[in-house]
């Protein structure tokens, strides 16, 4: 018998460490783009994953030439998330201080309508709120405001495959125009619901944020992909471990070890959005997506697969470094596939 390979490249990331459980399941925005809009926008959406199917859209790159367009159809699987409006339920602004960065200034709440059932979320909510006051507050420390952002609230109650009733709620930055457009535009949709179409439309690209499938405690096996030691050697001290055998030689913090595998916080740039519609049906496949039932309400199409298993949160985000080369706008789908994922 020759002689076994004794070395090999390193396994797994180093860019995900650590590899650890998601904080929250509804993830926290870190960093926001600076985009130049007309209009004031929120820049982010949440939505809910349904399933995938897969559709035909005419290759629309910038260097297809026109006369080759309409042959060039490509297959592309694509993800639904049912996008229901979010209520608009609060407006937080910030001032910046040169040593601690931005640090919150005061904020506005509206009073929730009872159908949103917010108490499921806030129990210690207050009943009554004046929401003049707490604008004419804003109003007053207008000098001092650095940046706007709003609090908005899911209404899964809405949504075709959820059972649940308690919202998810959301921290959302406003981008485009001045700083006072921003600001008027907030206290504008206080206490208002915001469409998906409001924010986003079709052909652009977003960044996807989400919490990943969670598998638990696994070994290095699974978790990093390394080899399993071979089955003719004696494994007195197991054959599925990785690192030195003797002692006080210790391991690198790089050297692949068991522990959390899964449920982690991700990012995926770059999704590009192909469809926007109010009625899920168009898309729900025969039987409903497994695992998730009938989208019954607004819905968006995105291209490729995002993190996470059905039902969970998804937060679609302004792309915070968008492709280098440019779409010619809204994509053209010339099929969608409404087959049943049953398996049947």
Do not use: C
Request: aromatic residues 8%.
């Amino acid at each position: 018998m020759g002689r076994r390979k004794k070395s090999a490249p390193r396994h797994g990331s180093l860019g995900v460490r650590p590899r650890k459980r998601a904080s929250r399941i509804v993830p926290r925005i870190k960093s926001w783009p600076d985009v130049k809009l007309d209009t004031p926008k929120l820049l982010a959406f949440p939505a809910y994953k349904a399933g995938m199917t897969h559709v035909f859209v005419i290759d629309d790159r910038a260097h297809i030439p026109p006369d080759e367009a309409e042959y060039s159809e490509k297959f592309k699987p694509v993800t639904i998330l049912e996008a229901p409006p979010v209520y608009v339920l609060a407006v937080r602004v910030y001032k910046y201080d040169t040593t601690y960065g931005y640090q919150t200034l005061t904020e506005a709440w509206a009073q929730p309508p009872k159908e949103l059932e917010l108490h499921r979320k806030i129990p210690t909510l207050p009943k009554n709120i004046n929401t003049e006051e707490m604008v004419k507050k804003i109003l007053e420390l207008k000098d001092q405001i650095a940046d706007v952002r709003v609090i908005v609230a899911t209404q899964p109650k809405l949504v075709g495959g959820l059972s649940k009733k308690k919202p998810d709620l959301l921290e959302i930055k406003i981008g485009g125009g001045t700083l006072q457009d921003r600001l008027d535009y907030a206290l504008k949709i206080l206490g208002k619901t915001v469409s998906v179409k409001d924010v986003f439309s079709e052909g652009m690209w977003v960044d996807v944020i989400g919490v990943t499938k969670g598998y638990g405690f696994t070994s290095v096996i699974q978790r990093f992909g390394v080899k399993e030691l071979p089955r003719w050697h004696k494994h007195r001290k197991g054959s599925r471990k990785i690192g030195s055998r003797s002692p006080g030689i210790g391991t690198l913090s790089t050297t692949p070890q068991p522990g959390q595998y899964g449920f982690h916080r991700r990012t995926e740039y770059n999704k590009r959005i192909l469809k926007i519609g109010d009625n899920g049906l168009e898309v729900t496949p025969k039987g409903g997506f497994v695992g998730y039932g009938i989208v019954r309400g607004p819905y968006i199409m995105l291209e490729g697969s995002v993190p996470g298993p059905k039902k969970r949160l998804i937060v679609l985000r302004y792309p915070v470094r968008p492709p280098p080369y440019e779409t010619k706008g809204k994509p053209q789908i010339t099929y969608i596939s409404l087959e049943s994922k049953q398996g049947a």
